[in-house]
């Protein structure tokens, strides 16, 4: 009797009471394996949740209004943090937005894509 080791994974994952397919399991363990890259690089923490969202993108394709309210946001955030002198923050809150402005384009050049076929 031979058992596929896709079989033997979806039984031990079922085993312990664990339904989802093995895609979501797989796209946590990446996400981590992301944040620990992060951590070990002395990234500061915007960007290792900037790199997760790149992560998360990639594994999940999500609509690009998310990354739009993201970038106004942060654009927001950037103007008050001027406001209130502190201009060192001000600039890792420009650097995520411009990151997001190219997540965004990113993401409309994909649905564009998508919408054609």
Not at 34 to 51: C, E, M, Q, R, T
Not at 57 to 74: A, E, Q, W
Not at 89 to 110: D, G
């Amino acid at each position: 009797m031979k058992i596929n080791i896709n079989k033997k994974i979806i039984i031990l994952l079922k085993r312990f009471g664990l339904n989802k397919p093995i895609k979501y399991y797989l796209n946590i363990i990446i996400a981590i394996i992301g944040v620990a890259l992060g951590v070990y690089l002395n990234w500061s923490f915007a960007n290792i949740i900037a790199f997760g969202v790149v992560i998360y993108y990639l594994l999940n394709p999500f609509p690009s209004i998310y990354l739009i309210n993201g970038f106004i946001f942060c654009l927001i955030m950037a103007l008050f943090s001027l406001g209130i002198h502190r201009q060192e923050r001000a600039e890792e809150i420009a650097v995520l937005s411009f990151f997001l402005l190219v997540m965004i384009i990113i993401a409309k050049y994909s649905e564009l894509k998508a919408k054609k076929k």
